[in-house]
């Protein structure tokens, strides 16, 4: 069933993840579009995506979009790089009319334009990184491109257990990205939403050379594009606090939303998938 509800200004920007990694875009789109309401579902009963297959990943983005689309969003924004690599059709098609923009594409082209040396690499899960998502969307802006790519599996449990600063992050950190940095690459994506915040580390190790780009503030300016183009932007004063859908509350859940968005624990409900 197609639901063609009216877009209105004053309606949402839907966002979902695979799990709380997401809450790097939800940041990223607070500080580029500061009064717009943003409804985020993130679906921790079945973090991670990566590791899974492609006909389950298109199952679940199916449902997170349908979850999103009951509260008749202006724009949805799919936060899950996997998802984003392996079922953005999915989402379009489950949401009719409304905007979908996803965060390997936006990526991609920011990453296309900072290139200096035409080498990119791209770090992300298993399933995005087998997809070439990345490197087929950055070829897609210019050919001339080199892509090189590295699953880090590991960078989301250690990113979810708020192991930020940690002896063991750096050294697997070390191991997944002394490869990719020995390519001669001068800007590295990151291609995952849980990797920003291991950014810290990724950057020490790389070094000051290398450009990082952060999915998620490439994400939230082409939001911003495609509402002004709509005609969307939200005309309301009033800062909102981003209201949080999940489909299983994590003790983690609310440790590491205060470690991401640097605040108090929000607005959260837990919702049956």
Not at 67 to 91: E, G
């Amino acid at each position: 069933m197609m639901l063609h509800h009216k877009v209105t200004t004053e309606a949402p920007i839907g966002i979902f993840d695979s799990g709380i990694g997401g809450l790097t875009v939800v940041k990223a789109v607070q500080a580029a579009l500061p009064f717009e309401r943003i409804l985020y579902f993130g679906d921790t009963a079945r973090v991670p995506y990566g590791p899974k297959s492609q006909v389950t990943i298109r199952k679940y983005a199916a449902d997170d979009t349908a979850m999103l689309m009951r509260y008749q969003p202006k724009i949805i924004i799919v936060a899950c790089n996997t998802v984003s690599a392996l079922a953005l059709d999915v989402v379009q098609k489950s949401c009719g009319v409304i905007p979908v923009t996803g965060v390997l594409r936006a990526g991609a082209r920011l990453a296309t334009e900072v290139t200096r040396n035409n080498r990119i690499g791209v770090i992300g899960t298993r399933a995005t990184v087998s997809s070439n998502a990345y490197g087929i969307a950055i070829n897609e802006f210019n050919s001339e491109i080199e892509v090189v790519s590295r699953a880090c599996p590991l960078f989301v449990p250690l990113a979810e257990e708020g192991f930020i600063d940690h002896l063991a992050t750096r050294l697997i950190a070390e191991e997944y990205l002394a490869e990719i940095t020995r390519e001669g690459i001068d800007t590295l994506v990151l291609g995952c939403t849980h990797y920003p915040i291991l950014r810290k580390v990724i950057e020490e190790i790389v070094g000051p050379e290398i450009r990082i780009i952060d999915s998620a503030e490439a994400v939230a300016l082409r939001t911003r594009e495609l509402l002004e183009e709509s005609g969307h932007l939200s005309s309301s004063l009033k800062v909102s606090a981003p209201h949080l859908l999940v489909s299983d509350l994590p003790q983690k859940f609310s440790m590491l939303y205060q470690l991401f968005m640097g605040s108090e624990l929000p607005d959260v409900e837990l919702v049956e998938v």
